[in-house]
């Protein structure tokens, strides 16, 4: 298996499915927050970041130039604005790709589902949980009212949502760019990683 794509709803524990997956396959596990980390590592000077990708045993940090960090992080430090800057987009789309060829990989967002589309040896998961159970859980974890509550997850799905219409033309929640949905309002991190392995076992099969 080349690489599994994960893309998440808000609260549905993504980063931890991810992690605990690739654990699980001794796969590698890359994510915005991975380059989020290393992109704060901007100021160091070129001999030191060069020094970093030769020595890092990760495959994948070594496609982690100082150019991707800095785009990254132009877009990390803000709290909206992916949908503005294409070069964010043409870098990610780049970093995916080697990330496919370097294989065994667990990818959380990015687009991944529809930059890989149509790649072989890819499984597209989607973790997904029904509405009222997210705002319920949203309103006791932030005392917030219903209508607050609501609109907190219409703006922290927002951004993922509109960058997938405007640089795929495809609808985030289209069943057909995925291989497997799994509810997380009915199973836990470790269902859904145990769903996901064996749909990996099968592929190979």
Sequence with gaps: MAIITISKEFG????????????????????????ASIAK?????????????????????RFVDRYTCSI???????????????????????LVEKSYEAGNVIILGWGGQCILRDKPDTLHVRLKKDADIKINEVMEARNLDHKAAKEFIEREEGDMRAYINEYFKEDWNDARLYDLIIDMGKN???????????????KKE
């Design 12 to 35: 549905t524990e993504g980063e931890k499915v991810a992690s605990l997956g690739a654990k699980k396959l001794g796969y590698e596990y890359i994510g915005k927050n991975l380059i």
């Design 41 to 61: 590592e901007l100021h160091i000077s070129e001999s030191e970041a060069e020094t970093f990708r030769k020595t890092s045993q990760s495959r994948i940090l």
């Design 72 to 94: 990254v992080q132009k877009v990390v430090d803000r709290e909206h604005g992916c949908l503005d800057d294409k070069s964010y987009y043409d870098t990610t789309k780049r």
């Design 188 to 202: 836990s991190v470790e269902q859904a990683v145990e769903m996901i392995c064996e749909n990996v076992k099968h």
